[in-house]
């Protein structure tokens, strides 16, 4: 999705689809979601990351109907949605069992709701063979759910989902059982259903790549709160914590104390004996203010020279190395037993590697290559 284009968040004008206002969630004397505030558009691909336990299957409870708020208020098309029951509510829930009827066939599985629902014959006839289109299952309709593979098994349980039309469609780790190559062919699939139908998903995972793949927007949770919600690219490249930074992907993150040197640009003092490193921040710190420098594996070069013009650059020691095909990932021991790894890409044959364990390398990065973050 293009960000770029699609972004009511940065509109003052749009109006949310969905609204968590203050919305606490005790059970007993836990409390699973913690004042919780945030809006959610129309036709967002809305992803809420997480730990287990931080309150994302908590918050999509919530929106189903299945709990409802000890405190605050959600609202779903500036409607208070907690009187409604959840089978009255323009909501959908698609759950990672997928919950099929065995002795159905996928035709029928797909009918299910829309005939509960009293829908004149000829147009659940159209529905559903819409809903089969759209998910590519014509040829399997007649099939039952235990002739079908996984991934069309996990397609017939989306394309019931959206037979009615819902406002909203929650999708609880709705890619879990499928395999690696499966799961990412099927988010490819899931943000096209999504595009073409127009309607808002809400995904819960615990799986970054994948919340990052598909989403509009995550949402990062961490204890009953979001920590972040942002675009995939601004929680990457500019996460506002040290746990988002943690959170997602691979990162180098160094303590150490900051002191202002002209504009933007910081003095980084950390280990003894270590140079000080310099790093640039919009946000400003005090002088030998505790701070955390975190860098992606990606951003750091490695050389058996130092670099000349190096803005940073530390020595150590080739002390792993991970291999991934298309990439490698040096884990390199610093002098005073930090271990920081660089990342890059093997463009040659793995016979012609540069370096190996124990070799003496530089790891070197620019100014700009990180951000720094306030404990």
């Not at 005939?115 to 399997?140: G, H, I």
């Not at 640009?265 to 003894?272: G, L, S, V």
Request: hydrophobic share 40%.
């Amino acid at each position: 999705m293009n960000s770029s284009v699609f972004a009511p968040w940065d509109d003052p004008q749009a109006k949310p689809l969905i609204q968590f206002r203050n919305v606490t969630k005790r059970f007993g004397q836990f409390t699973a979601i913690d004042d919780l505030s945030i809006d959610i558009f129309e036709r967002e691909f809305f992803a809420l990351l997480g730990p287990s336990g931080c309150g994302k299957t908590t918050m999509m409870r919530m929106l189903a109907g299945f709990e409802t708020p000890t405190e605050g208020v959600i609202l779903l098309s500036g409607q208070d949605i907690d009187p409604i029951p959840p089978n009255k509510r323009a909501v959908n829930m698609m759950f990672q069992s997928y919950a099929l009827f065995p002795h159905l066939s996928v035709w029928e599985n797909i009918a299910f709701g829309l005939k509960r629902a009293k829908m004149p014959k000829q147009d659940l006839k159209e529905r559903v063979e819409e809903m089969l289109r759209l998910t590519r299952l014509e040829q399997f309709a007649h099939r039952k759910p235990h002739q079908i593979s996984g991934g069309q098994r996990q397609r017939v349980a989306l394309a019931r989902s959206l037979a009615k039309a819902p406002k909203l469609l929650l999708l609880d780790e709705p890619l879990g059982a499928l395999d690696k190559k499966l799961r990412q062919d099927t988010q490819f699939e899931l943000m096209d259903i999504q595009e073409k139908t127009g309607t808002t998903f809400v995904i819960v995972t615990h799986d970054q790549e994948e919340a990052m793949t598909v989403a509009s927007r995550v949402a990062v949770m961490d204890h009953g709160r979001i920590v972040q919600a942002d675009t995939p690219a601004k929680i990457y490249e500019t996460p506002n914590s040290v746990y988002v930074a943690d959170f997602i992907g691979d990162v180098n993150i160094i303590e150490g104390r900051a002191t202002p040197n002209d504009g933007e640009t910081y003095r980084i003092d950390w280990a003894e004996g270590q140079e000080p490193l310099t790093a640039t921040s919009a946000h400003p710190f005090e002088k030998g203010q505790a701070c955390h420098f975190a860098i992606r594996p990606e951003k750091v070069t490695i050389s058996s020279e130092r670099p000349a013009d190096a803005a940073n650059a530390v020595q150590g020691k080739v002390h792993d190395i991970a291999y991934l095909g298309n990439l490698s990932t040096y884990h390199v021991e610093l002098a005073n037993g930090t271990i920081m790894k660089a990342q890059s890409a093997n463009t040659r044959r793995i016979s012609r590697r540069s370096y190996t364990w124990e070799d003496p390398v530089w790891l070197s990065w620019t100014a700009t290559a990180g951000v720094l973050l306030a404990d």
